[in-house]
């Protein structure tokens, strides 16, 4: 019988996490400070702790995950990695395809991984409160998950067309002890500028960025902090354990390597969980087809240039090494809300600007269509987010079959679409179409990053 899902023992867990900075072939350029000069740590002392900070900076390969963090993951890892034998069934690949469920996790996605770490380690610097942003509410559960355990007060801004969508995950964050309120808000100067200018705004992530560092830099008190859910170093660190377990995983059913890895990306944590421990083989010569794949309505890989741009919209954050469509981009209302990012992270940045990932950007059409695929060969259902990935899976097992090559797939299942049903509803009645960015749209949104400091080398591919 074909083995349909892959358990790893508790006492199996990765006990270390993997920093990719270590191996990435050209180092990661540094991040700026507003002065145009390299940031020094301390300059971020007042948004994260000292602790975080280090690893932010940290080049070292293996970073040990302290007992404590091991004991509240355990709830849910290690995760299932799962076959789906019945889509290949339908597709008649002779294509295997795996997929790592981080859909099991209390909040739903991958997103607690790095939740708990991030709401540990402020905790043991003494902080108090966390203050965030959230796109599809995924990552505002997570982290409200974290600090309800953890014992810190959780302040989320959500962007204000996933507020809309997706009520009940408000409820969700609510039920978690945490504080929501729609981005942009009245409650800090960043959100009041915006809705001055553009009070119909859906949002965007930059923008519910803006907000929560300006609240967590306002307290006086130094008791709060600003979480970020994905594109930071630590984050990506965070969630490296995916692909770690997958790897033990993919070894218990006779798998030295996988041919192609897919995840989704939004600011690129999901993917790089996922694929970075298998970047390190790729770096030492494996031949391994990496693909993130983002929505075409927010093509940050595929169209934007990799330039120093800011992480959120008023400006607040360092100026970062990445792919962008420029801090003041605001995507249409896709409903992969998770998606809905102008920037990239540093690292996701610079493994495509030495040419060791391959980017891919697909329609929202297209995706709902695979997964309704899914839901009619395995049942379950993807969060719109993850349905990039299933799109890109479904792609690369019929690209197999044309070539009659038994190929090893692997992607990264990030989160259910349970608090998602508004698009599917959508979708099933006709009401969704996809969104092309025109060009003219992208060059107006790049004219406002056109005077800043330059990254030394663009070498793409
Ligand atoms: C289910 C799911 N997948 C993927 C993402 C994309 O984020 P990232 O690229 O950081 O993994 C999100 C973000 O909210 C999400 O909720």
Redesign the pocket.
Known sequence: MVCKKILLDEKDIPKKWYNLAADLPTPLLPALGPDGSPLEPKMLEKVFPKNLIEQEMSTKRWIDIPEEILEILYRWRPAPLRRAVYLEQHLKTPARIYYKDESVSPAG???PNTAVAQAWYNKKFGIKKLTTET??G??GCALAFACNLIGLECKVYMVRISFDQKPLRKIMMQVWNAKCVASPSNETNAGREILSKMPDTPGSLGIAISEAIEEAVADKSGATRYSL??VLNHVLLHQTIIGLEAKKQLAMVGVKKPDVIIG????????AGLAFPFLYDKIHGAKIKIIPVEPTACPTLTRGPFAYDFGDTAGMTPLLPMFTLGHGFIPEPIHA???RYHGMAPLVSQAIMDGLVEPRAYDQLKCYASAMLWLKTEGTLP?P??THAIACAIDEALKAKKEGKKKVILFNY??HGLMDLAGYAKFLSGGLSDYYLPEEDLKKSLEAIKNFPKPAKFKRG
């Open positions: 996605s991958h997103k796109g599809a995924q990552w859910g994905s989704c990306v939004g600011g690129g944590s999901n993917f809300g998770g998606l969060a987010e993850t990030s989160g």
